[in-house]
């Protein structure tokens, strides 16, 4: 739940699951980041390093602007 509450235990699911690694999991742990690097054939780091960087983005940290992709969806472009 860590990454979502701020309890500081990135492998605590408080009761209510790993999102993405069990079936009704609701909070990001740690669990959450390994399954969705196995997802996309990266690591578990790389796929914290991915999230980093993109809300840092979100939250204004890092000056972006959104554009449509191809797919129709919104992306965060760095130029």
Known sequence: MCYNCGCKMPDNSMGAGNAGADPNGKNITNATFQESGKAMKESAEQS???ALDLLAKVL????SKI???AS???RYDDG
């Open 67 to 69: 554009v449509k992709d």
């Open 72 to 74: 129709g969806y919104d």
């Open 48 to 50: 914290k390093r991915n």
């Open 60 to 63: 204004g940290d890092k000056p």
